[in-house]
């Protein structure tokens, strides 16, 4: 390649990186390969073995290590709390409203806030994040990667699902307000949609005559998305009683649903299995400091997922820090999860779960280049993270993340 061609290239695409003789655990294979990954402007471009890269690709050597896709989270408020600030951090919860579908996650992330470079250091590149439970409907997730000075351009996709809570938290918060049961909670959710679908309708009957159409309405506009299926509720429920809850009220409005907690999955797993809708299971690295915690257990995620069901595990960052994702995964492990399932329910099923699996979750020609390179299994906790890569741009090399 001649020197004008090479500044041609530079200006017109990144510098082609290589990853070399790594051994490959592309979370779509059960068993891994020895090979290399070429990456070009941010994307994977082939993997295969004794692949060529230009001259003057940058070369990772991952001789005797191991390459993974960057960890995926698929609940989490990650920079929404605030890492060592207490109350001028939290932005996760709006309190003073019980329905609040018009929020959105991404403007309530913090880019610069330290918990971003701990979860990359660890190898979690992606992660779903929004508000927290304290209200019936609480507002819109966003995915973002976890790299990056300004929100807008660290994300995935945004408004990817409408949060909304069943269980104690709602009734918690607003007891003295507008909600002290169950029942209330529910009616409150029928109600925010029977609207949203009455709305919609009326906008739709008016066409283009402006004299017909309802008078807006932030709230309603932003549920719009749930009726007509772009987006699921990502329902907060831990109990059983929450859990079918949530999948009832979804069947009666017809309504696409994720479901977020499922602390007592493994309690009715038959159901679960018959219902075949996503499942993000945590926080279990926790106290059960609530009455709806009193039966997790580690065997949820591995039972669920045995079972058939799409299974993720979450810290819900910041209740578990948000680095120590790869590690839940691996007590999940030790409590009789497969291993592949639980490497798949923090890469592709996560990604499936937040609807980004077509850019993260597994290392496939096409997606972004988020690569985790260590030096064993990453659900050991001697294990280290030597290099990770977001978006083919090395954000991390070398350091111990205990050191931080």
Same mark, same amino acid.
Request: hydrophobic residues 45%; glycine residues 12%; contains cysteine.
């Given at each position: 390649m001649s020197v004008n061609e090479k500044l041609k290239r530079k200006k017109e695409k990144q510098i082609i990186?290589?990853? !070399?003789? +790594?051994? @490959?655990? #592309?979370?779509?294979?059960? /068993?891994?390969?020895? %090979? #290399? @990954? @070429?990456? /070009? #402007? +941010? !994307?994977?471009?082939?993997? +295969? /073995?004794?692949?060529k890269a230009e001259d003057d690709a940058k070369i990772v050597d991952a001789e005797g290590l191991y390459v993974y896709p960057g960890f995926v989270e698929a609940h989490g408020?990650? %920079?929404l709390d605030g890492y060592g600030i207490g109350y001028e951090g939290m932005d996760y919860n709006e309190m003073n409203d019980i329905v609040t579908p018009h929020l959105r996650g991404i403007d309530g992330v913090k880019p610069m806030d330290a918990a971003f470079p701990h979860a990359a250091a660890a190898g979690v590149t992606c992660v779903c994040v929004g508000p927290g439970s304290a209200n019936v409907i609480g507002g819109t997730f966003t995915t973002i990667k976890t790299t990056g000075k300004r929100v807008d351009d660290m994300v995935v996709r945004d408004n990817v699902a409408m949060k909304c809570a069943f269980g104690e938290n709602p009734k918690r918060v607003y007891r003295e307000k507008k909600d002290s049961s169950r029942m209330t909670t529910a009616a409150l959710l029928r109600e925010m949609l029977f609207k949203t679908r009455e709305y919609l309708e009326k906008k739709e009957a008016a066409g283009e005559d402006v004299s017909k159409k309802p008078a807006f309405d932030m709230k309603l506009e932003a549920l719009i998305p749930v009726i007509k299926g772009e987006i699921p509720l990502k329902a907060h429920a831990h109990a059983t009683e929450d859990i079918f809850a949530a999948l009832r009220i979804a069947k009666e409005f017809g309504v696409k649903i994720t479901l977020e907690h499922v602390t007592e999955g493994h309690l009715i797993v038959e159901e679960l299995a018959k219902e075949n809708v996503p499942l993000a299971v945590g926080p279990t690295l926790t106290s059960a400091s609530k009455f709806e915690l009193r039966n997790k257990s580690w065997t949820t995620p591995g039972l669920l997922s045995a079972a058939g069901c799409q299974v993720s595990i979450i810290t819900d960052s910041p209740v578990i820090p948000q680095e120590y994702l790869p590690l839940c995964a691996g007590l999940a492990v030790h409590a009789g999860m497969d291993p592949f399932a639980a490497l798949q329910a923090i890469t592709i099923n996560p990604a499936k779960h937040a609807g980004i699996a077509d850019r993260v979750g597994s290392l496939e020609v096409g997606k972004d280049a988020d690569i985790v390179i260590t030096d064993g299994?990453?659900?050991e906790i001697s294990t280290k993270v030597k290099h990770v890569l977001i978006d083919g741009k090395e954000v991390f090399a070398g350091r111990d993340t205990t050191d931080q």
């Open positions: 990186l290589c990853v !070399k003789n +790594g051994m @490959i655990h #592309d979370a779509v294979h059960q /068993e891994a390969f020895r %090979g #290399d @990954i @070429i990456v /070009e #402007d +941010g !994307k994977i471009i082939a993997i +295969g /073995e004794n692949l408020h990650i %920079g299994c990453p659900f």
